[in-house]
């Protein structure tokens, strides 16, 4: 199988900032919500795209 040292390493990442929290998802999300907060670039909310629909062709 074909390995990807850079999805390796953004794994092991994601697994060691996991354990720093038991792998508690609430905790994760609490973590993650302080540092938005606490960073100095303003974070926006895009509204949802609409979906681009294609026109119907015969026999589908």
Known sequence: MWNDE??????????EYAARFNYDLA???KDLKEQQNRAEHKVVSLPPKKPVLLP???GS
Request: avoid cysteine.
């Open 6 to 15: 850079i999805v390796e390493e953004t794994r092991k990442v994601r697994d």
């Open 27 to 29: 905790a994760i999300y």
């Open 56 to 58: 119907q062709t015969k």
